[in-house]
């Protein structure tokens, strides 16, 4: 372990290194990013899903902006918050990093805050969705979302939909605490009922036992969020619970309903209503051209919402380079990130300058067959939504 004196003192000469005078001619205009993400383990999709995004911005834009060279640095944590953060300062200290970026989990996200206060580098958060990580450190700008942005949606449409009884069931962990609070506090602040809230470990989640008790206790539907991945297997469980037969409806945020996997997911996933920010079926120029690129080079792969967050955290460093006339200083950078807003594959969005966190368009989807493949096709908007946690927090709520 490090103690929190020798990271000052190897980030302090690091940053002493960096800026010391020529190095070679060339290394001074390169600007590299160090994306740190799960390549491998239970979480390795979320990982090259956010790559594959990252390297399509870089393919579409090219790799040079206000003349400087951006340079990725991928690296692998395996899901491990200890490699995060162990890399996340190697990354700075040796490589010269000038920002962090990736980070497929909660856990992997928080660990990073502390080098990027002490290193002043921003932190782009393209995966993780937990809406407190934007505020352990002023570095952090998120490109990806939060569960509460999806969450509150999902329970208006509910409750506008005759959906009276309510079952949560929920990842244990920080977006799963999330989704369940929000979801919760919005559909019974308007007169839902929530009859069980079950929370699934993080690991190894086995469903079935949890699916039985969500039977037994015969809502109207239920509610889940599980993160990036997991989707699939939850699917096969439900179906093989007879929750549908029991016509208990799945609602859930878009981690469930994930594009990457829906297609693997086959029947059961038909006819699930999900509130998300992304869908590859979104229907726009820019998302045609975007899926079309992504597929072409990544053998087929079709992009799920893990990589517009690796897509629009690439534009927001470019933006950000642009913006500062090449001033590549983390301070410079952070500011130009601030209130940023432009068009993304997933429609209009923006960095809240007050919070650091996105503010985008929330869709309602359904899981329907189109052209022989299953996809989540949006049916309503909810435009401009910013997490509601800060904005309750704002208004004194
Ligand atoms: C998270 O750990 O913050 C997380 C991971 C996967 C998701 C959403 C949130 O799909």
């Known amino acids: 372990m490090f103690t929190r004196r020798a990271i000052i003192a190897a980030l302090s000469?690091?940053?002493?290194?960096?800026?010391?005078?020529?190095?070679?001619?060339?290394?001074?205009?390169?600007?590299?990013?160090?994306?740190?993400?799960?390549?491998?383990?239970?979480?390795?999709?979320?990982?090259?899903?956010?790559?594959?995004?990252?390297?399509?911005?870089?393919?579409?834009?090219?790799?040079?902006?206000?003349?400087?060279?951006?340079?990725?640095?991928?690296?692998?944590?395996?899901?491990?918050?200890?490699?995060?953060?162990?890399?996340?300062q190697e990354l700075v200290v040796n490589e010269g990093a000038g920002a962090l970026a990736g980070f497929g989990l909660t856990p992997?996200?928080?660990?990073?805050?502390?080098?990027?206060?002490?290193?002043?580098?921003?932190?782009?958060?393209?995966?993780?969705?937990?809406?407190?990580?934007?505020?352990?450190?002023?570095?952090?700008v998120r490109s990806s979302g939060?569960?509460?942005?999806?969450?509150?949606?999902?329970?208006?449409?509910?409750?506008?939909?005759?959906?009276?009884?309510?079952?949560?069931?929920?990842?244990?962990?920080?977006?799963?605490?999330?989704?369940?609070?929000?979801?919760?506090?919005?559909?019974?602040?308007?007169?839902?009922?929530?009859?069980?809230?079950?929370r699934v470990p993080l690991q190894n989640p086995d469903f079935a036992p949890f699916l039985q008790r969500v039977r037994d206790a015969s809502p109207d539907a239920?509610?889940?969020?599980?993160?990036?991945?997991?989707?699939?297997?939850?699917?096969?469980?439900?179906?093989?619970r007879g929750l549908a037969d029991a016509g208990i409806k799945l609602i859930a945020t878009g981690d469930v309903t994930d594009d990457d996997i829906l297609n693997d997911m086959g029947q059961p996933a038909l006819g699930a209503i999900t509130g998300h920010f992304y869908a590859a079926a979104h229907d726009s120029p820019e998302n045609k051209a975007y899926v079309e690129a992504f597929k072409a080079a990544n053998k087929g792969m079709r992009p799920n919402f893990m990589s517009v967050g690796g897509y629009d955290g690439m534009h927001l460093i470019y933006a950000a380079i642009e913006a500062t006339k090449g001033d590549t200083g983390g301070e410079a950078l952070l500011e130009a990130m601030k209130g940023l807003s432009w068009t993304s594959p997933r429609g209009p969005i923006s960095i809240d300058p007050e919070t650091r966190d996105i503010v985008q368009n929330v869709y309602m989807r359904e899981v329907k067959e189109v052209d022989g493949e299953l996809q989540n096709v949006e049916f309503a908007t909810y435009e401009a939504v910013k997490d509601p946690v800060k904005a309750a927090a704002a208004s004194g709520n």
């Open 108 to 140: 992997l996200a928080l660990a990073v805050g502390p080098v990027a206060t002490q290193a002043k580098v921003p932190a782009i958060v393209m995966a993780a969705a937990t809406s407190s990580i934007t505020e352990q450190s002023e570095f952090y």
């Open 13 to 88: 000469a690091g940053v002493a290194m960096a800026t010391l005078p020529a190095g070679p001619s060339f290394a001074q205009d390169v600007f590299k990013v160090g994306l740190i993400l799960p390549m491998t383990g239970p979480f390795a999709s979320t990982g090259r899903q956010v790559e594959a995004g990252a390297r399509a911005y870089i393919a579409q834009h090219g790799d040079t902006v206000a003349g400087k060279k951006i340079e990725l640095v991928v690296r692998d944590d395996a899901g491990t918050a200890d490699q995060t953060r162990r890399i996340a």
């Open 222 to 240: 239920v509610f889940v969020f599980l993160p990036s991945g997991v989707g699939s297997l939850f699917m096969k469980q439900f179906a093989e």
């Open 146 to 198: 939060t569960l509460p942005q999806s969450a509150v949606p999902v329970a208006t449409w509910a409750l506008e939909n005759d959906i009276k009884k309510v079952v949560t069931l929920v990842s244990d962990y920080g977006p799963g605490i999330d989704a369940e609070t929000w979801f919760t506090r919005e559909f019974t602040g308007k007169g839902g009922e929530i009859v069980e809230a079950v």
